[in-house]
């Protein structure tokens, strides 16, 4: 079973909340990143409030504190299992590294076969005036 996303914890407690922690609530959804890579002391500042609002805030979603509530904003920024480009490739299997129908031991071959239909279309005929005159 997934939690609920610490966000989406704060959205829906965000019309109980008193005034104070309502403001630093939105202040966190706003700037979700800043709250999980800036200090509580950075974050205050500039949200306009002292510290302890955080701590009262996270305490108000159900975490202990807001270290927990800031862990939980970390988490839900870190990517799932499979990175962005891990649909492409994945472990080493057989042959090479496969994922769908395209195997890395493909791409060479891919590459040779794009190279030749390019060449396929030159016109070959300034191509010899050039190697003569250079050979000349």
Do not use: C
């Not at 309502?22 to 890579?37: K, L, N, P």
């Amino acid at each position: 079973m997934a939690l609920e996303a610490p966000i989406d914890v704060l959205r829906r407690a965000l019309p109980s909340l008193p005034p104070r922690l309502r403001d630093a609530a939105r202040f966190v959804a706003r700037h979700d990143f800043d709250a999980a890579t800036r200090s509580m002391r950075d974050l205050a500042a500039a949200a306009g409030t002292n510290p302890a609002t955080f701590s009262r805030l996270a305490r108000a979603l159900g975490y202990a504190g807001w270290e927990q509530l800031r862990d939980a904003l970390i988490e839900a920024k870190r990517p799932g299992p499979g990175g962005p480009f891990s649909g492409r490739v994945s472990a080493m299997s057989g042959g090479g590294l496969t994922r769908g129908s395209l195997a890395t031991t493909d791409i060479p071959a891919e590459a040779l076969a794009a190279d030749a239909a390019s060449l396929a279309r030159l016109d070959p005929a300034p191509i010899v005036a050039a190697a003569q005159a250079l050979h000349g």
